[in-house]
């Protein structure tokens, strides 16, 4: 295992600790690092918790910061956040207006947010993402997973909030973005928990996995390494055949790398995806190209398409001032 | 060779149709791909010009826009922009005020960035960047090599440009700036140059390279893999020692990640770098975390400290509107 690394029961607090303190103008730590929360709070707003594994890294304490998410509660490794980590999160921001908690749908995630939200007191609200057309059902999840799109809906839904939007309104707006990102993803390599030492899973030296999960869950096939093109043909047939979207409809085109892919390559693939998308009469009107929802190591990528209206693409070009976006 | 790519001879003009598509609020490419631009220019104030060879992104294309660069010129994969490049950047972005190359110290760019000022007309000025404190000498460059403290010589100067710094002060700013500037890196693994298909060079399981180049040039030495922290103080004596500052002084800290390391262990490294730069007596007051100056698919990182005074850390903290650098 070559990573840069002290001890393996060490990595989170050391990367949390560096993390808080290269953007200690934006963020600081709860106590026993339980959670990442912005600096300055404002109590009138909606506040927007998020949470998972960590290994994702920036999703989810790099989108902590105006305009996006309040506080962010990072598990060990692939694991998820404790129950008691995120109702600490939210009595830390929440304010007069509520707490809205944003989880990727993996049963561990959907069940510790229950908990909290079922502890917490105060008025909460839950939206659950699950982007991932890969697979219906996964080793961590039952129904379809939340991936990259997860940070969309915490862009938008964490703009609406900084303007004034209320509970509900959050709540439905969430709902709605997430009905219109789908995403998928492809490994070239598996990652490595440094707990485990070893990777996750075998792959050949000629050999990709198809819908791979964030975690190096198994996607739908494991196949023969192809070209660049391919591989985006197969993932945007996928997500545009889901989507289903109407001929002229505007989309965001989300290309993420998953931690051991350049952007060299991250770019390569956003022009392969976005000719196609175009070539299916999607109008591609934002971009985002970098590693934002990561896999540890793991060479990789995945697309992520959001189809936008004129309320949400106002809401994404949004001011937003975090470690990870920031425009 | 496991890439995101469709043909070895396209990756470039592939990836670069991909950022400048992405990026296109920003950026426009020259005929024939041979430069990134601004798309919005101000002709009063000093162009600068940067570039080198790709496999290095963003650097330097990421760095084009308001705030930082006028141009830049994507070689081949590392292989240095050829004269004419650079002459029709510059014909493109010069303005009243003339045009400033920043250059990395390797023999190649170095030549190339000489004749193409020889050529261009108008009046230019060039500073070269030669950060790089692992060797003296290296495998494509006479004296230091010029690694990622470039970009906070080309974000520094970009400032005064825009606040309408002329050329002659200009250029002693980003001397200033180089002065104050170092960096050293480390390889965990090599690089595959996708025209050769395999490894630049072979790293057993347990070894690193201590003191790399960009390009996957030799370093210091060839070592047994050691602990972040122990990585971490060879990496800042040396640096710490050569830039040989006062205590307290107040220095930016960029932990720059080589294209296959991901955050979470880019953070760990900036906790063990902070650490140990602050008790030689360093204030730690800017800084940076991400993969700016890669190196293909390099796991690795480099740490970069430059020392800053009142007027540099202004110019760091001013508005800058980039793919890869926005604030």
């Not at 862009?155 to 939007?165: D, N, S, T, W």
């Not at 973005?177 to 030492?197: D, I, K, W």
């Not at 990777?199 to 096939?221: K, N, S, W």
Request: net charge negative; charged share 20%.
């Amino acid at each position: 295992m070559k990573k840069f690394i002290n001890a393996v029961d060490n990595v989170l607090a050391e990367s949390l600790d560096g993390f808080a303190s290269a953007h200690a103008d934006l963020v600081m730590l709860g106590a026993e690092r339980k959670f990442v929360r912005r600096r300055e709070l404002n109590p009138k707003k909606v506040a927007l918790v998020s949470g998972g594994g960590s290994g994702h890294e920036p999703l989810h304490a790099g989108f902590v910061g105006y305009g996006m998410l309040d506080a962010a509660c990072p598990g060990q490794v692939f694991t998820s956040p404790t129950p008691d980590q995120i109702v600490e999160a939210a009595q830390a921001v929440a304010g007069d207006a509520g707490v809205l908690f944003i989880v990727k749908n993996y049963a561990g995630d959907r069940m510790n947010f229950e908990m909290a939200a079922e502890i917490a007191e105060g008025r909460t609200a839950t939206i659950v993402t699950d982007d991932d057309v890969a697979v219906e059902k996964s080793t961590y999840s039952i129904g379809r997973r939340g991936v990259a799109g997860t940070l969309i809906v915490e862009k938008i839904v964490g703009a609406a909030a900084e303007k004034g939007a209320d509970l509900a309104s959050c709540v439905a707006l969430g709902e709605r973005v997430n009905a219109q990102t789908r995403s998928m993803g492809v490994a070239l390599t598996s990652c490595t928990v440094p707990a485990a030492g070893t990777p996750t899973f075998a792959l050949g030296e000629d050999e990709m996995e198809m819908g791979v999960g964030i975690h190096g869950e198994p996607g739908r096939r494991r196949v023969k390494l192809a070209a660049a093109d391919a591989i985006a043909a197969e993932m945007t047939t996928a997500i545009a055949e889901d989507l289903g979207a109407r001929a002229g409809a505007e989309a965001l085109l989300l290309v993420n790398g998953f931690g051991g892919t350049p952007t060299i390559e991250l770019y390569l693939m956003y022009n392969a995806a976005r000719r196609m998308l175009e070539s299916r009469g999607l109008r591609i009107a934002r971009s985002l190209v970098g590693s934002y929802a990561t896999s540890l190591d793991m060479a990789g990528c995945s697309l992520t398409v959001s189809l936008l209206d004129a309320e949400t693409a106002a809401l994404w070009d949004a001011p937003v001032r975090t470690a990870a976006l920031r425009w």
